[in-house]
């Protein structure tokens, strides 16, 4: 017998089921779909003020979230939302209802500051409440870039020549041939007359063949000059104050500073090369040729192809001159403090662990290699007349235009802007490190902790940016607000002279600043000074587009 009603109520219990699954279904489609987010800001870790507005939001643009704070509690339901928070330590919760999914990030909220300090650009538009005596704007990026903001740089980079180009080795290509020779260059008679390979320094890959001729030699250095040119020039007076200057204050400073070079062909003394291809090529005042410092390898097959080496400790000079300020012999004597810089780092990082058998560091980048020359420069006490003041005067005015330790706004990998810029960075650390002090009675230079700072970038396993950080003891970033800062309010200054021959330590100007309502290209790692931006309500507010990264503000 069949009871009543049971299949009618069957298919009601199967109905259900059905809707069961199907509900089941769309809420597990719900959850997946709104699994997926993330908190954009605020950062975890960074430090707000209880005076500064937060951006709060997520990269998914609905109203099914709940902000929550472990000081504040509830802050709201939007994706995109800006409040201020309390003092304290905050555990900001985002919960999404839709997945019941939920992320955490933890910041610290301070009083409200009693002095200047960074704000972190969070978004564009954005705006900063400003006190009654604020003047002026400070913009500094770090990993951050923008497309537009508020300011516009206009610059001339018609400017003098580079000190040096900086040539890139192949480490995986040359071998080493070490020469077999008597010790020292007064038991073993060095050549009359020699040729040399020149590179070219207008295109970089030609070679000029120079006679030179032995015009000078002790213990420390032997001294060519171009045969031709020296024969028919009147410059030996010239010449003379550059090898006094290179003997009596150069060279034993970059002893104390940076240490040896390699010597590879083993005879006790660094070649230096007076030539007039640097004169009429115009490009640099002088250079030191990596190459050189390898086994010669006339075979192209081979991958230590290395024709044009000279397999000595060499430096290549332009002969000075009083028609052009590039070569005077203030000029020359700092490009020799410059190259020999160069020459003893590279050893220090490559060809000293090559010939140990050891695995060498890379070869530090060029913004890096060239700061710490011109500092150099600076440090053997011909920063004014050899022209690195300049350079460092020239990118403060145009400090926009270059980045500390990527290309510049043209593009160029290495200018006259970033060797000033970093140069100066440079010196600011060395003197927070300790800087040096002079022996009253030999008037020598004796570390009081920058040297130490300085070497230990050389020693780093780093070879760019992070190297800083990593011998200072501190994170580059760090160093870079702090510099920044120290830089827009005018304290970076330097009244020191040198005992020996009185020029200026380190001598620069102000940094120059730049209208505000204006637009321009923010690079990475720049600073940029702005002036004139009071206004009626307090407000102001910085505008732009394409941000990306890490870029603050600073009024002061």
Same mark, same amino acid.
């Given at each position: 017998?069949?009871?009543?009603?049971e299949?009618?109520?069957?298919?009601?219990?199967?109905?259900?089921?059905?809707?069961?699954?199907?509900?089941?279904?769309?809420?597990?489609?719900?959850?997946e779909?709104?699994?997926?987010?993330?908190?954009?800001?605020?950062?975890?870790?960074?430090?707000?003020?209880?005076?500064?507005?937060?951006?709060?939001?997520?990269?998914?643009k609905?109203?099914?979230? $709940?902000?929550?704070?472990?000081?504040?509690?509830?802050?709201?339901?939007?994706?995109?939302?800006?409040?201020?928070?309390?003092?304290?330590?905050?555990?900001?919760?985002?919960?999404?209802?839709?997945?019941?999914?939920?992320?955490t990030?933890?910041?610290?909220?301070?009083?409200?500051?009693?002095?200047?300090?960074?704000?972190?650009?969070?978004?564009?538009?954005?705006?900063?409440?400003?006190?009654?005596?604020?003047?002026?704007?400070?913009?500094?990026?770090?990993?951050?870039?923008c497309?537009?903001?508020?300011?516009?740089?206009?610059?001339n !980079?018609?400017?003098?020549?580079?000190?040096?180009?900086?040539?890139?080795?192949?480490?995986?290509?040359l071998?080493?041939?070490?020469?077999?020779?008597?010790?020292?260059?007064?038991?073993?008679?060095l050549?009359?007359e020699e040729?040399?390979?020149?590179?070219?320094?207008?295109?970089?890959?030609?070679?000029?063949?120079?006679?030179g001729?032995?015009?000078?030699?002790?213990?420390?250095?032997?001294?060519?000059?171009?045969?031709?040119?020296? $024969?028919?020039?009147?410059?030996?007076?010239?010449?003379?104050?550059?090898?006094?200057?290179?003997?009596?204050?150069?060279?034993?400073?970059?002893?104390?500073?940076?240490?040896?070079?390699?010597?590879?062909?083993?005879?006790?003394?660094?070649?230096?090369?007076?030539?007039? *291809?640097?004169?009429?090529?115009?490009?640099?005042?002088?250079?030191?040729?990596?190459?050189?410092?390898f086994?010669?390898?006339?075979?192209?097959?081979?991958?230590?192809?290395?024709?044009?080496s000279?397999?000595? !400790?060499?430096?290549?000079?332009?002969?000075?001159?009083?028609?052009?300020?590039?070569?005077? *012999?203030?000029?020359?004597?700092?490009?020799?403090?410059?190259e020999?810089?160069?020459?003893?780092?590279?050893?220090?990082?490559?060809?000293?662990?090559?010939?140990?058998?050891?695995?060498?560091?890379?070869?530090?980048?060029?913004?890096?290699?060239?700061?710490?020359?011109?500092l150099?420069?600076?440090?053997?006490?011909?920063?004014?007349?050899?022209g690195?003041?300049?350079?460092?005067?020239?990118?403060?005015?145009?400090?926009?235009?270059?980045?500390?330790?990527?290309?510049?706004?043209?593009?160029?990998?290495?200018?006259?802007?970033q060797?000033?810029?970093?140069?100066?960075?440079l010196?600011?650390?060395?003197?927070?490190?300790?800087?040096i002090?002079?022996?009253?009675?030999?008037l020598?230079?004796?570390d009081?902790?920058?040297?130490r700072f300085?070497?230990?970038?050389?020693?780093?396993?780093?070879?760019?940016?992070?190297?800083?950080?990593?011998?200072?003891?501190?994170?580059?970033?760090?160093?870079?607000?702090?510099?920044?800062?120290?830089?827009?309010?005018?304290?970076? *200054?330097?009244?020191k002279?040198?005992?020996?021959?009185?020029?200026?330590?380190?001598?620069?100007?102000?940094l120059?600043?730049?209208?505000?309502?204006?637009?321009?290209?923010?690079?990475?790692?720049?600073?940029?000074?702005?002036?004139?931006?009071?206004?009626?309500?307090?407000?102001?507010?910085?505008?732009?587009?394409?941000?990306?990264?890490?870029?603050?503000?600073?009024?002061?």
């Amino acid at each position: 017998m069949r009871k009543i009603n049971e299949c009618p109520f069957k298919l009601l219990k199967v109905a259900f089921v059905l809707f069961i699954l199907l509900f089941s279904g769309c809420n597990q489609d719900v959850r997946e779909q709104f699994a997926d987010f993330e908190i954009i800001t605020p950062k975890d870790n960074r430090t707000y003020y209880t005076d500064e507005k937060i951006l709060f939001s997520t990269n998914l643009k609905n109203s099914n979230f $709940e902000w929550t704070s472990s000081i504040d509690g509830f802050l709201g339901t939007q994706s995109l939302q800006v409040l201020s928070l309390s003092e304290g330590s905050h555990e900001i919760q985002l919960t999404s209802k839709l997945s019941n999914i939920t992320k955490t990030v933890r910041i610290k909220v301070e009083e409200k500051r009693t002095e200047n300090e960074w704000h972190l650009l969070t978004g564009l538009p954005q705006k900063i409440f400003l006190k009654n005596d604020i003047q002026n704007l400070g913009i500094c990026s770090l990993s951050g870039s923008c497309n537009n903001i508020n300011a516009q740089i206009k610059a001339n !980079d018609n400017f003098t020549a580079n000190r040096d180009l900086n040539f890139k080795y192949n480490r995986r290509a040359l071998l080493f041939k070490r020469h077999i020779s008597s010790r020292s260059a007064i038991n073993k008679k060095l050549s009359d007359e020699e040729f040399f390979n020149v590179i070219n320094t207008e295109n970089q890959n030609e070679f000029h063949q120079i006679e030179g001729k032995k015009y000078y030699a002790d213990e420390n250095i032997v001294i060519y000059v171009e045969k031709s040119f020296y $024969e028919k020039n009147n410059c030996k007076e010239k010449i003379d104050i550059c090898i006094r200057n290179f003997n009596s204050i150069i060279l034993p400073r970059l002893k104390i500073l940076w240490g040896k070079c390699a010597d590879i062909d083993d005879n006790g003394v660094i070649t230096i090369l007076f030539t007039s *291809t640097i004169n009429k090529e115009k490009t640099a005042v002088g250079f030191f040729y990596p190459n050189d410092l390898f086994s010669i390898n006339t075979d192209i097959n081979s991958e230590s192809y290395n024709p044009y080496s000279n397999e000595k !400790d060499i430096i290549y000079v332009a002969f000075p001159s009083d028609e052009d300020s590039n070569y005077s *012999t203030g000029s020359i004597s700092a490009t020799l403090a410059h190259e020999m810089t160069h020459a003893i780092n590279f050893s220090n990082r490559i060809v000293f662990p090559l010939l140990k058998n050891e695995e060498p560091l890379d070869q530090m980048e060029t913004f890096l290699d060239e700061g710490l020359s011109h500092l150099t420069e600076s440090l053997c006490g011909f920063g004014d007349s050899g022209g690195n003041s300049s350079f460092v005067n020239y990118y403060l005015k145009n400090s926009g235009c270059y980045s500390f330790c990527k290309n510049d706004i043209y593009g160029a990998a290495d200018s006259v802007g970033q060797r000033g810029a970093v140069s100066l960075f440079l010196y600011y650390l060395f003197e927070k490190a300790g800087g040096i002090s002079w022996n009253n009675n030999t008037l020598q230079i004796r570390d009081e902790g920058g040297i130490r700072f300085l070497q230990n970038i050389v020693k780093s396993s780093e070879s760019s940016w992070h190297s800083i950080g990593q011998a200072f003891g501190k994170p580059t970033d760090f160093l870079f607000l702090d510099f920044a800062k120290n830089l827009l309010e005018n304290n970076i *200054t330097d009244t020191k002279k040198d005992p020996v021959t009185n020029e200026n330590v380190f001598s620069h100007n102000e940094l120059s600043t730049y209208k505000t309502d204006e637009s321009f290209k923010l690079l990475e790692y720049s600073i940029l000074k702005q002036s004139q931006i009071s206004g009626a309500e307090n407000i102001l507010e910085i505008l732009g587009d394409g941000l990306k990264g890490n870029v603050y503000t600073f009024p002061f």
